[in-house]
């Protein structure tokens, strides 16, 4: 874990933060689940003195310890970008990064071969001002709740997203589907994959959410309403941490929530 004045990193570990920066909020959680043995998802926060705030989640995969390696790596590298004396910006410089991220998690490969077959998706959201840009890659999601209405703004990385594209299942039994799990695109040494890189204009009230799988695949999408209709986002972190806590899930559940207060 990583706490300075400007930043907030859970390193693959069980750790929840809130706070407030400018006209944000923000709130986070990440828990191992019920009967893993590692916590191989990382969060991460990070706001400058230009008033940018960066959120981001990574679901690491991977043996030996491998996904919380990989995790860790990408969501350490992502904050950096807001580090003083930086060249980069994550809303112009998100597939550079992505790059950079797989040419280190090769290097760690390469120095350490238990580490072989390691990845990690990576979810992330810069705001600034009333502009927010993501980046994605993998089945974490980034939702966006705005006047009641929740709306998922990335689209999966995955085999059953790939056959509800093409109409040979429903949204229904892709929760549910045995290859739910395979993921198409990822963060790894093997290669250097683009993510999906979006721009949104932001209204006061927006709520936005970047999750797992361990979360968005085990609560539905009226739970995930219920708590970010909350005036606390707090007890909204709480709401979606009881709903998880409580369906027995087996796999590691992290979300990072963030208000848009004015």
Known sequence: MSNRQNRFLSLAAD????????????????????????NQDSFGISFSDGGRLIGAVADGMGGHAGGDVASSTAISMLIDVDEPGSSRDLASDANSLVASISRRLREIQEESPQYTGMGTTLSAVTISGSTMTSVHIGDSRIYRFRNGKLLQLTKDHSWVQQQVDAGLLNAEDAIKHPRRNVITRVLDARRSEKADVDAYDLETGDRILICSDGVHGVIRDEVIAAGLSLESLERGVELITDEVRRSGANDNATAVLISIDG
């Open 15 to 38: 750790e929840s933060t809130s706070g407030t920066f400018g006209t944000l909020t923000y709130s986070a959680f990440s828990w191992i689940g019920s009967v893993r043995r590692s």
